[in-house]
């Protein structure tokens, strides 16, 4: 399984599992600005057999190596798309190569064809509901796309045990932030001053802010602005009962009685539980905040509503077509699909829907940025020397500089970007 943050990780270990739950998944990480932290993969709490941090190129060198059955992309889709070149460039004729898998970690509320076709070209793209299914083929017919690829599930983090009402009011509130929704400063602060706001008018409940990363990790977004910033300049600070939470999100549900976000997908953990969740119109229902996926949910509330006892109760309807309350049933065809293509003798070469031909001026770039060549081929110096042919020193100054210039790009992205754009301002 290859990831490029923790939470493309969190899926795509659990899909492995769910695919094949006789098996303990072998990890890549692929190198990058979201490459998970220690502490983020073991907030996760997923763990693999093996856990290595490559490159693009050097994952392809790894599949073939290797004679892997099932190798799951839990990528974003132009890393996805680089990855299926590769493939095509090792395997141009029928072979026993590995079956593809690829999805998304949640909610697809933005960029669906592009994502999309993207990811087209992989044996099996997982669907995370009916109704992800219904569009995800649509797209795919749309452009005369080979559709049967797409197979309907759900989102494999969908578990724990069923919530156990606390009663007319709710006795822990959870706002699950997001690190890129909503962007600005001024709609972040509003969204964290209203959580303890909500918190100073009901002292008898916990209002706990839950966190996706601590200042300088990054996750599947970038963050510019981090929430325990912007705590540490609320006016009077926290109330006793407001705090920040990191965590695993299912023990934070574990104790929740009332979740709310913006878009997260945290809500459909907390609905599949049962929880009582609030999705907020704070900001308006907007294509750009993601929320617009809720409607219909009956999930839509305010922060005012909050505050006046609402405890909003999500349409059966809308959850059987979102996934949401799924069993284990829900895997079965996706295990078929996998089971049936392992079962071949030889499969035949991935066929991309971007190619040379119908994208030429789109799929060089993003196979470029990967260090693939337009046929698929590693660049030259792509692929470093085995570590049993470096010295000691070498890989040491390797992973120091490495880490340096994480350090010095999340540093860029949080301090120095946001000073540049309110000068610009100016």
Known sequence: ????????????????????????????????????????????????????????????????????????????????????????????????????????????????????????????????????????????????????????????????????????????????????????????????????????????????????????????????????????????????????????????LDRTDLLVTVSSTAALESLHRGIPTAVLTDLGIREALGNHHFLGSGCLASWDEIDAGALPEADPAWLAAQGVGAGEEAFEAARARVDALCARAALPPVAPYYTATTAPGYLPGILARHHLAPDGTPMPGALRRPAGEESWLRRYLRAHLREAARGAYRHGVQRVAPVIRRLGEL
């Open 1 to 252: 399984m290859l990831a490029d943050s923790d939470t493309r990780w969190k899926w795509g270990a659990l899909t492995a599992r769910r695919l094949a739950p006789e098996q303990n998944p072998t990890g890549y990480l692929l190198r990058g600005r979201a490459t998970p932290t220690a502490r983020q993969l073991g907030e996760v709490g997923v763990e693999a057999a093996r856990l290595t941090e490559v490159t693009c190129a050097e994952f392809l060198a790894e599949i073939e190596r290797e004679a892997y059955d099932v190798v799951v992309l839990a990528l974003v889709g132009g890393a996805v798309q680089a990855v299926l070149h590769g493939v095509r460039a090792l395997w141009p004729e029928p072979a026993a190569r590995p079956v593809f898998v690829t999805g998304y970690v949640g909610v697809v509320y933005e960029k669906l064809a592009d994502g999309l076709l993207l990811r087209h070209g992989a044996d099996v793209v997982l669907a995370n509901s009916r109704a992800d299914a219904h569009r995800f083929r649509g797209v795919y017919e749309g452009v005369g796309a080979d559709a049967s690829a797409v197979t309907e599930t759900a989102l494999p983090f969908l578990d724990g045990a069923p919530y156990e009402p606390a009663g007319l009011r709710a006795h822990t509130v959870v706002f699950a932030v997001q690190p890129s929704v909503p962007e600005n400063k001024a709609d972040r602060g509003y969204l964290l001053g209203r959580a303890v706001q909500h918190a100073r008018l009901h002292p008898e409940r916990e209002v706990l802010v839950k966190l996706r990363s601590r200042p300088g990790e990054h996750t599947t977004h970038l963050e510019e602005l981090p929430y325990q910033k912007l705590a540490e300049k609320l006016p009077g600070g926290l109330p006793p009962n407001c705090r920040l939470a990191y965590g695993n999100m299912g023990e934070v």
